[in-house]
């Protein structure tokens, strides 16, 4: 299927629910995951009207950066290790998988200027999973005002793959609640507004549960 026939559907998705939450589909953000395509595949999601862009990989996001450049806003969404930092920073709007200080620390010395930065928790518990425990994400927040170049513009998470709506609204509105925790100490470094979750599997229910960004790859360029 073609990119712009894959995003009407998610567009006309996104909107459906919007309409069950009164939310404006305005309000959400959709990254295009292009992981698994090549730069041709990502040229073609440009064309149809997709301006944000994620990859996972160092090496992917390089790659595909090298051609797009400024055509799209870039969020680096897989784990990053602290040595490949300073070949992003400078290159990302934003960083979706904030998980350590020692990340932080690393931001903070190679950026020129502050980065926005999401939070990466752990919600769901699975131990393949990245991210800080959901009890400890507010602690390693306060941590974070050391670092005046990373700034917390919001929270991510990864669901696990699962056909259980009821489980998956859960993860989704842990995530919505620890935001708001986050939000309400008014923290000038971390305003954290946003909810970075929904993929293509479970993309609605995530913006039915306040989602601000989806990061979605196989339902829209494919895999
Ligand atoms: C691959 C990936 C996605 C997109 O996955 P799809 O299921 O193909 O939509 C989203 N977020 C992260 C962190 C990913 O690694």
Redesign the pocket.
Known sequence: MDVATNLRQIQYNIEQACAKRNRNPEEITIIG?T?YVTIERTEEAIKAGITNLGE?RLEGFLEKHAYIQDQASWHF??TLQSRKVKDVVGKVDAIHSLDRISLAKEINKRAAEPVDCFVQVNVSGEDTKHGLNPDDTLSFIKQLEAFENVRVVGLMT?APHSDDAQYLRGVFRRLASLRNTVKAEQLPYAPCNDLSMG???DYQLAVEEGATHI?????LVG?
């Open positions: 995951v992981k996972n969404i897989g990864m993929m293509s599997n990061r979605v790859g196989s339902e895999s």
